[in-house]
């Protein structure tokens, strides 16, 4: 007993601090502990580790496939067809890696780097950099939780297929897409329940600049000789890189064929992409529909489904009843789809471009 309390007591904790639009916000997080919080200022807290909390609504998240072994310079360029601005003005960071994904978490650099230099003002060196919807402790598959952060709502959840999705919407904004579904209500400024904040991957703190240092001529002899050396493992290292490019080439290839470029290959794995995208709209849409029709039908037990049919596109439904019918035109524009009548059935497109 002695040797597991000893265990959790080693644990530091943190100095938590979140901008906003109305000020900056604070909280000392220690795991089983009573807690401090204020506005402003965060204090100087002795042995705690710093980190900053990107508000949610100025953070974007995405999970998508990537080849393997994708370097880490390389993960932007999964977002070039997605994001308005270039990889240069972003800071992206990996928070998970699902099988034959990535999850990443991206902020804008320049409103990082201001805000990192407000905290090193203030004498505070942050160690880790956290979206706002990392802290509470992760919802269960098929659940989801909603966090009330002033005039935005933050929603989170884990759809059944396992990808976890956030959402910051807007309280100016009516008909939350995810409103009707159940959410567990978060009504402080803070969570009630964290996440592992010890094991919580982020954005990159401050980099520490540089300083000069003048070398002595033992120094220099050292630091020529670790140059060489240092030559020598960058040719092995760029030995090594070309294997793996010829890997990886050939998994590209077993995927989307031989191709002639690597602008080629990287137009093709857009194509398989965009219409991996596509169907997964078309689904999201198909999955609205449903909830729509099917509150629908309870609220009218008069009526009943008589056939159903989706072909990866539309989705045909007939249904019978008494009374008038259900509002085809608003559930159809709910979800931006198009929709028609032929005979007694309503059918609905789903395409991207509907």
């Known amino acids: 007993m002695m040797r597991e309390w000893r265990r959790r007591g080693a644990s530091r904790p943190w100095l938590l601090l979140r901008p906003g639009t109305s000020g900056w916000t604070w909280r000392l997080q220690a795991r089983d502990e009573a807690c401090d919080q204020g506005l402003g200022q965060a204090p100087q807290v002795p042995g705690a580790r710093v980190a900053l909390v990107v508000p949610g609504e100025l953070c974007s998240h995405f999970q998508l496939p990537a080849p393997p072994r994708l370097k880490r310079e390389e993960w932007p360029l999964l977002l070039e067809d997605r994001l308005l601005q270039g990889p240069e003005a972003l800071d992206c960071a990996c928070i998970g890696r699902p099988a034959g994904e990535l999850r990443l978490l991206v902020v804008d650099r320049q409103r990082l780097d201001d805000w990192l230099t407000q905290c090193q003002a203030w004498g505070l060196e942050v160690e880790r950099c956290w979206a706002e919807f990392q802290l509470p402790a992760p919802p269960q598959a098929g659940q989801g939780w909603r966090w009330q952060r002033g005039d935005q709502a933050l929603y989170a959840r884990i759809a059944d297929d396992g990808r976890e999705q956030w959402l910051a919407w807007p309280q100016a904004l009516d008909g939350c897409p995810w409103e009707p579904q159940a959410f567990a209500p978060i009504d402080t400024s803070w969570p009630s329940h964290w996440a592992d904040l010890d094991a919580l991957p982020g954005l990159r703190a401050r980099r520490r600049p540089s300083v000069r240092i003048a070398l002595t001529l033992a120094q220099r002899r050292a630091v020529a000789a670790c140059a060489v050396l240092a030559a020598v493992w960058g040719a092995t290292w760029s030995a090594q890189q070309w294997r793996q490019a010829q890997v990886y080439r ?105």
């Open 250 to 354: 050939q998994q590209v290839e077993a995927v989307i064929g031989a191709q002639s470029s690597p602008v080629q290959a990287s137009r093709a794995l857009r194509a398989l992409q965009a219409a991996s995208d596509e169907m997964a709209l078309r689904l999201r849409r198909l999955e609205a529909l449903q909830a729509q029709t099917q509150h629908w039908l309870q609220a009218h037990p008069q009526w009943r489904v008589r056939a159903v049919h989706y072909d990866g596109q539309r989705w045909q439904l007939q249904l019978e009843g008494e009374g008038a019918a259900p509002p085809w035109q608003e559930m159809a524009g709910a979800v931006g789809a198009s929709w028609q009548l032929q005979g007694s059935d309503v059918v609905f497109d789903l395409g991207a471009g509907a």
